[in-house]
C-alpha cells in the first residue's frame, strides 16, 4: 500500500491507516516504520479502536499480529475506504488538470509475454502520468491480493467464482496443443486427445488453473500418459516443448509474439477452452486511472481474440 495517500483520505481517521498498515504487515513495528510513527502511538490507537468496537481486532501471536473474525469485517470495510478514498483524490486532481495515478497489477505468467506488454505500452503511451506496478501471481494468489486490496487489477485464467471479484472483461480461448515445428502434430488443423497422448506430454502443475481445464479431458486416457514434466512455469513448458522434449498444452497466448519454434494446434474437442478474465475487488469504485486501463485491456482482449481462429 502507498502510505503517501491524498488529502481525501486524510480527512478519514487515522485509526483506519493504522489498522490497515499492522493488517498488511503484520506487525506493529513494521507498520509503525511504514507509517512514520512510533510503535507506541500505534499500539494506542489500536487498542483505542479495539475499546470502541468492544472486541479485539487482532490475535497477538509469536510469528506477528493475525485478524481476528472481528478483524476480518473490520478489514473488509477499511480496504473499501481506502480504495475508494484513492479514487476520489484521483478524480480530484483531475479536475485540477492533473494526470497522475498509480495501479498495482497481478497476472498469470501467461499473459506477460505478450497480451500485457501490449497493454502496458498502450497505457504508458495515453496516460504517462500514470504509475505502473506488475507482479506475477497464480489464480489463487490474484483472488487474495485483490479481495486484501494488495493490488487493484488481476488477470488471470479460469479464475474460479468468488463473492469478492467481480469480472470488468472475459474472453474464451481455444486450449490447444504446443508443438515444435517438424512435430507430427504441427500440421494439423486440429488435433483430438486421443492423439495427444499417443505423445510424451508436458503438463501444468497444480498452480496453474490450466490443469482444472485439462484434468476432465486426459481423464479417459489416463493409465495411457507419458509425462515427462509437470511445472507451474509457463516459460519452462514452452521452452521445454520447443526442445523436443514432449508436447504441452496451452491457449493462443502463451505464444510471444516472434516465437516461430512452436506452432499452437487448437484441440478438437468442444470442452476444451478455457477464460481469460480481468478482475477488480468487487463493490469498489474505479479510479480514474484504473479505469483507463480496463479498458485498455477489453480493447486488446478483443483484438486477440478476434485474432485466434
Known amino acids: 500500500m502507498d502510505w503517501r495517500l491524498g488529502r481525501v483520505l486524510r480527512l478519514h481517521d487515522r485509526a483506519l491507516l493504522y489498522f490497515d498498515a499492522v493488517r498488511e504487515h503484520g506487525s506493529i513495528r513494521e507498520a509503525a516504520r511504514q507509517l512514520n510513527v512510533t510503535p507506541s502511538a500505534l499500539t494506542r490507537q489500536l487498542g483505542q479502536m479495539e475499546a470502541e468496537i468492544g472486541a479485539p481486532l487482532f490475535d ?23 480504495q475508494d478514498a484513492t479514487r476520489t483524490d484521483e478524480r480530484l486532481a483531475a479536475l485540477r488538470g492533473a494526470r497522475a495515478g498509480s495501479i498495482r497489477i497481478m497476472a498469470v505468467s501467461g499473459v506477460m509475454g505478450g497480451l500485457l506488454v501490449r497493454v502496458l ?26 479481495a486484501q ?18 469480472p470488468v472483461a472475459r474472453v474464451n480461448f481455444p486450449l490447444g496443443v504446443l ?11 486440429a488435433v483430438t486427445m486421443a492423439e495427444c497422448v499417443t505423445h510424451r506430454l508436458i503438463l501444468p502443475s497444480r498452480s496453474l488453473s490450466l490443469q482444472w481445464v485439462l484434468q476432465p479431458l486426459l481423464r479417459p486416457y489416463w493409465d495411457k500418459l507419458d509425462v515427462v514434466l509437470e511445472t507451474g512455469s509457463i516459460e519452462l513448458m514452452n521452452r521445454m516443448a520447443a526442445a523436443g522434449a514432449g508436447i504441452a498444452f496451452q491457449s493462443p497466448l502463451a505464444l510471444e509474439p ?17 477464460d481469460l478474465g480481468v478482475y477488480v475487488r468487487e463493490a469498489r469504485w474505479l479510479p480514474p486511472a484504473l479505469e483507463s486501463l480496463v479498458e485498455e485491456m477489453r480493447e486488446a482482449l478483443e483484438e486477440t481474440a478476434g485474432g485466434v481462429s
Open 258 to 274: 516472434g516465437d516461430t519454434g512452436l506452432v499452437h494446434v487448437p484441440l478438437d474437442d468442444a470442452n476444451a477452452v478455457t
Open 149 to 166: 486490496g494488495r493490488t487493484d487489477l488481476g488477470v488471470a485464467f479460469s479464475m474460479p467464482p468468488t463473492n469478492d471479484l467481480m
Open 179 to 189: 508443438a515444435p515445428v517438424g512435430h507430427p502434430i504441427a500440421g494439423k488443423a
Open 121 to 146: 505500452q498502450r497505457m504508458m503511451t495515453r496516460h504517462p502520468g500514470v504509475n505502473l506496478h506488475v507482479e506475477p501471481g497464480a489464480p489463487d494468489m490474484i483472488a487474495d491480493a485483490l
Open 60 to 82: 497477538r501471536l509469536p510469528g506477528g499480529m493475525a485478524l481476528t473474525a472481528a478483524g476480518e469485517l473490520v478489514a473488509r470495510h477499511i480496504v473499501t475506504v481506502v
